[in-house]
């Protein structure tokens, strides 16, 4: 499987993005997608996911009501809508894939918050 994120930028506090995460190769053995994100001198941590088959989602607390997870199965691919943006979500946001096969990780976009 590879994943392909785009979508990233410069956006001002109070703006929104839209990331896409595009998955290839043998997408039918994906159960379980999700966006992480980096900030510098942090550790990874898990933005939202979603389940490919039921839908179901979870999202840490600092993002809950600003950013929707979805994904389009039709397209193998998978979005993060981010509104209301804060300074602090600036970070590196990674597409994270798992299934059958194993786990699978995008080459990251940059998504930097000017406050």
């Known amino acids: 499987v590879q994943l392909v994120e785009s979508g990233g930028g410069l956006v001002q506090a109070g703006g929104s993005l839209r990331l896409s995460c595009a998955a290839s190769g043998s997408t039918f053995s994906i159960d379980a997608m999700g966006w992480y994100r980096q900030a510098p001198g942090k550790q990874r941590e898990l933005v939202a996911a979603?389940?490919?088959?039921?839908?179901?989602?979870n999202y840490v607390d600092s993002v809950k009501g600003r950013f929707t997870i979805s994904r389009d199965n039709a397209k193998n691919t998978m979005y993060l809508q981010m509104n209301s943006l804060k300074p602090e979500d600036t970070a590196v946001y990674y597409c994270?894939?798992?299934?059958?096969?194993?786990?699978?990780w995008g080459q990251g976009t940059q998504v930097t918050v000017s406050s």
């Open positions: 979603i389940h490919t088959g039921s839908g179901n989602t």
């Open positions: 994270h894939a798992r299934g059958g096969l194993g786990k699978y």
